[in-house]
């Protein structure tokens, strides 16, 4: 059976993730399992206790470039349906940054796809975080992103 | 062959880092035809000796795609240099 792509969903959010909605929303009967990560706000970083997160985002180029990841995942794996939602603003210890959810007929498809998902989305999309620390706060070490491979070239 | 040096207007986005150390979000600037992306940083390394730094780990994005340094800048492009990313 064809993927649907149609049917994927990309969100920036700045109020707590629903992630069981995200859940239902990639599930359906054609499908046999459902693959999802859910990253959260940790309480330390390198032996620092963290207060909270600040998370921004270059939004509608993040957006693209989720849509990317998807596109991709379709391409790459014999998935169904994706959902992949990112939250901003202030973040409190606990609460998800960021789910993913994916569902395919079978579990392998879905455990690599979802895995390969998150560790796209921390390298390419244009999301940045500070953590904020009771004696200051820093922005996150981060990665470079892969230089342009395909660069359009001006003219 | 062109007689007239024409300028074109971009608009350049700052993020995260880049956004703290300029204290810009965002800002259009005024820039001769056969600018490239990187005659552009060097531009704002100038004007921000602070961003020196961070140099090394920028990439940029021209129209929200990621761009290599020697592309032309066109008139009308939207131009962000971004610092490491750290979503997730």
């Not at chain 2, 035809?33 to 730094?53: F, H, I, K, N």
Request: glycine share 6%; charged share 25%; aromatic share 8%.
């Amino acid at each position: 059976m064809p993927s649907t792509p149609d049917n994927d969903l990309y969100e920036l959010v700045r109020t707590a993730i629903d992630s069981a909605a995200l859940v239902e929303h990639v599930r359906a009967e054609q499908d046999g399992a459902i693959v999802t990560f859910d990253g959260f706000v940790r309480n330390e970083s390198h032996g620092r206790a963290t207060k909270h997160l600040e998370y921004e985002a270059y939004e509608p180029m993040a957006l693209a470039k989720m849509r990317e990841i998807g596109a991709q995942l379709h391409e790459d794996f014999a998935i169904h349906r994706l959902a992949m939602v990112h939250r901003l603003g202030r973040l409190e210890i606990g609460e998800t940054s960021v789910f993913i959810a994916v569902s395919a007929p079978h579990r392998g498809a879905a455990f690599d796809a979802c895995r390969f998902a998150i560790d796209t989305l921390k390298r390419t999309v244009p999301i940045w975080k500070k953590e904020y620390f009771q004696d200051g706060a820093v922005w996150a070490e981060g990665e470079v992103p892969p230089a342009a491979p395909e660069a359009k070239s001006a003219s | 062959m062109p007689s007239v040096s024409s300028s074109i207007r971009v608009k350049l986005l700052f993020f995260g880092r880049v956004r703290e150390l300029t204290g810009l979000s965002e800002e259009e600037v005024e820039v001769r035809a056969g600018t490239t992306l990187a005659d552009l940083l060097e531009r704002y390394m100038r004007r921000y000796p602070q961003l020196a730094g961070l140099r090394a780990s920028l990439v940029v994005s021209r129209n929200q795609e990621f761009a290599e340094w020697d592309t032309r800048i066109a008139d009308g492009d939207e131009i962000a240099f971004l610092p490491p990313v750290s979503g997730g």
